[in-house]
């Protein structure tokens, strides 16, 4: 994770560690608010799929939950996605984009809904996102005003105020092990034991075997019964930013210099994606993740750019829905959009077991929640 390599975090240890116990009795007490039964779990009439985290981030979430929404497009549901929509303005408000909406500038979505939700809006052609700080809220939302078929829940592993019908937890496979401990000594949410309420977890970027079987090995033993899959992620298609946003072939990289620009938890892993297209890297400039990208940055980075002869700005397609219409008219910006590799299983049994998920009859007895 990016902030574990910042000299300040690192020189912050003791406060962190101190604060550690106290973050991990917040937690035990939330928990225990909807255990005990002081707050109310609400069940929507329609199944939901919760794709989220034990860590912070970094892990590839938003393509899998986009997968998965294509999936069950592909199914021939009426599926929509909720999610809490980070950094979004008003965010204190519910948010709905819908189906039949008119198209509307990505950087305009970005700021209303958040760099995720706006990326996945993009992405998913007629399917309606809504952002809500209580997911329930726009669980309830979609359940009485749409004719919404099967929720996809966005990051909400931790939002226990809404039942579900299939959890499934992300875990990266190259993940630090040195930073498996929780929030703000590490970057996990959750302990491991967490998984025990879990149906799948899936291993991304599972090319590595040696990181992959250590990832499968961790989520086995604090659950021995749950689905694991492994899936990784390949480059697609670079998406030109301008003037007119159309793409080209990754071919369009080989030998090229260019710039690296990215707001997210791992750009590692960005970075290692775009050396395997045979490009030269000649600079980079990595932010914190959700990052704004103020107008002064832009237009240095465009400098840059022409300073050092770089052919492409490229940048992620998280970034890139805040960058668009923003750019300068000429200036070399691209986007890498990557996609979903099912390696174990293929696309089309996770496919099935998704359908199986949620056609089964739930008796609601998920257990909850475990220590962690």
Known sequence: MLRSRNPLWQLLWPVRLALTPVYWTGLQFHKGLYAWGIK????????VIC?????????????????????LQAANKNVAVITRGYRRARSGDRCTVRRDEPPMDPAAL????GDEPAMMKCR???????????????????AAETACEVIVSDD?????ALERDLDIVVIDAGQPVQLNHLMPWGNLREGFRALRRAHVAVITKAGNAIER???????????PDIAVWHVDFAPRELKLLCPTGDTAPL???????????????SPAGFERMVESLGCRIVGRFFYRDHFSYPEL?????ERQAEKQGARFLLTTEKDAVKLCGRTAPNAPWAALTIEPVWLDPPADRAAAFIHQKITAPSDGSRPFPPAG
């Open 213 to 223: 079987d250590r990832a499968v090995s961790l989520v086995r033993r604090f659950n």
């Open 51 to 71: 794709v989220g985290n034990l860590t912070t981030g970094g892990t590839g979430k938003t393509p899998l939950v986009i997968a998965i929404a294509q999936m």
């Open 156 to 160: 909400g592993f931790q939002h226990w």
């Open 297 to 301: 940055v832009i237009r240095y980075l």
């Open 251 to 265: 071919s369009a990289l080989a030998g090229q210099p260019v710039i690296l620009v990215a707001g997210i938890a």
């Open 124 to 142: 998913l052609k007629g399917v309606p996102v809504v952002c809500a700080t209580r997911r329930a809220d726009a669980a309830q939302h979609l």
């Open 110 to 113: 970005a700021n209303l809904m």
């Open 40 to 47: 109310r779990r609400y069940r929507p009439p329609i199944p």
